[in-house]
């Protein structure tokens, strides 16, 4: 079956210091990853995905994602965290004819001043 | 990228009636649209994925008779949820995608239900 765990539900980071956001799969086939954020009340921004080539996807607002296979992973990273990414981080897999997504249950950034 | 728009962006309705939900997307066809239900603080449930002209496949444990979902051109889909309940008060988002290319998301709507 497919399923997308994010381990870390909440995440406190103080401003300028790296970040590291976990996401594991499970899916049958290689699939679409990708990396999205959502602001209160807000919809979904996509940040990064990956569909082939090189595994290290480079995303908006500095954000970058690397696909690990053996893993089955696909953690997002900043190295240096500005008071505006806080807000709620979700990992998504998707089918390569993008019939259908799967949604961690997302990872709250909170980050100190 | 592309725009996918959802009206309204929120919306109150008394428990017993019907909302409707629109999905548009603006500059492109999209053959495929889905929609997600999210509770407060968790993530995003696939409810539905429909194909344009045909009617919508429903994820396990969706009501097919309580969240109608049309999509009768390549533009526009729609959700209605019939006979509202305080329980059905959610957050809930489309996305919409071209054959073969990736989906964008809608800005959501929050359904409360009073």
């Known amino acids: 079956a497919q399923s997308v765990t994010q381990p870390d539900i909440h995440i406190t980071v103080s401003e300028g210091a790296s970040l590291e956001l976990r996401c594991n799969y499970s899916?049958?086939?290689?699939?679409?990853l990708f990396w999205y954020v959502q602001s209160p009340g807000q919809g979904l921004q996509l940040l990064l995905k990956?569909?082939?080539?090189?595994?290290l996807v480079q995303g908006i607002k500095g954000f970058e994602a690397e696909f690990k296979r053996s893993q089955s992973s696909f953690n997002l990273r900043k190295p240096s965290v500005h008071w505006s990414d806080a807000a709620e981080y979700f990992c998504a897999v998707g089918a390569r004819n993008f019939n259908k997504f799967y949604f961690g249950s997302g990872t709250k950034l909170n980050v100190k001043p | 990228g592309a725009v996918v728009s959802q009206h309204p962006s929120w919306v109150i309705c008394k428990s017993g009636t019907s909302v409707k939900i629109e999905c548009r997307s603006l500059d492109f066809q999209a053959t495929t649209m889905f929609w997600y239900r999210q509770f407060p603080k968790q993530s995003l449930m696939l409810m539905a994925t429909s194909n344009e002209g045909s009617k919508a496949t429903y994820e396990q444990g969706v009501e097919k008779d309580k969240f109608l979902i049309n999509h009768a051109s390549l533009t526009l889909s729609t959700l209605t949820v019939t006979s509202a309940h305080p329980e059905d008060s959610s957050f809930y988002i489309c996305?919409?995608?071209?054959?073969?290319?990736?989906?964008?998301f809608g800005q959501g709507t929050r359904l409360t239900v009073v």
């Open positions: 899916y049958g086939a290689t699939p679409y």
């Open positions: 990956y569909f082939s080539g090189d595994t």
């Open positions: 996305s919409a995608s071209k054959r073969g290319a990736e989906a964008f």
